[in-house]
T-cell receptor
Framework: RKEVEQDPGPFNVPEGATVAFNCTYS??????FFWYRQDCRKEPKLLMS?????NEDGRFTAQLNRASQYISLLIRDSKLSDSATYLC??????????????WGLGTSLAVNP | NAGVMQNPRHLVRRRGQEARLRCSPM?????VYWYRQLPEEGLKFMVY????????ESGMPKERFSAEFPKEGPSILRIQQVVRGDSAAYFC???????????FGSGTRLTVV
């Protein structure tokens, strides 16, 4: 089982739609979680951190479910500019107490006019 | 505050040459990470450094690849005797602490001909 798993998609949605991505992780000791966005041939950019209580930033809502070991990202009122790959990232500390960020392979979103 | 600066943006090397990739972290960031992204693939962790120390190099190929982050100056990823399979985008990221999300540079696209 991969440490971080995402549905690769692609998700094709019309403008204005609501779309949700899930990401599962295998290490129950994982401590912090992030969603990044990567446009084609560009660098990943931090979209939002994911907190236990859930957090919202405009049209974006992130949730964490520690019991089931998954995080989610909800995008409301999709815009054409939301088309990108969304990367799930999980942080834990390995046996040497070194931080380890584990990256999912990403979920591709295409918002269509 | 300039972001993470990587140079060069594009680098072409012939097989057998050396490639040197530079990364200047954001001001105040002492944690530097190098990632490689092959075409149509996800981000692969290579190495994590703090000033003058390699913290985690578990993702580095055993031969030909080395990284440093000296007390003064940028972090350097060095690839000796490049081969075609080294062609990829190499991203550097930095963070202020080990628990914070990263900021990525724009990457160096290495092409080996």
């Amino acid at each position: 089982r991969k440490e971080v798993e995402q549905d690769p998609g692609p998700f094709n949605v019309p403008e204005g739609a609501t779309v949700a991505f899930n990401c599962t992780y295998s290490n129950s000791a994982s401590q912090s979680f992030f969603w990044y966005r990567q446009d084609c041939r560009k660098e990943p950019k931090l979209l939002m951190s994911v907190y236990s209580s859930g957090n919202e930033d405009g049209r974006f809502t992130a949730q964490l479910n520690r019991a089931s070991q998954y995080i989610s990202l909800l995008i409301r009122d999709s815009k054409l500019s939301d088309s990108a790959t969304y990367l799930c990232v999980v942080n834990h500390y390995n046996a040497g107490n070194n931080r380890k960020l584990i990256w999912g392979l990403g979920t591709s979103l295409a918002v269509n006019p | 505050n300039a972001g993470v600066m990587q140079n060069p943006r594009h680098l072409v090397r012939r097989r057998g040459q050396e490639a040197r990739l530079r990364c200047s972290p954001m001001k105040g960031h002492s944690h530097v990470y190098w990632y490689r992204q092959l075409p149509e693939e996800g981000l692969k962790f290579m190495v994590y450094l703090q000033k003058e120390n390699i913290i985690d190099e578990s993702g580095m190929p055993k031969e030909r690849f080395s990284a440093e982050f000296p007390k003064e100056g940028p972090s350097i990823l060095r690839i000796q005797q490049v081969v075609r399979g080294d062609s990829a985008a190499y991203f550097c990221a930095s963070s202020p602490t080990a628990d914070y999300g990263y900021t990525f540079g724009s990457g160096t696209r290495l092409t080996v001909v």
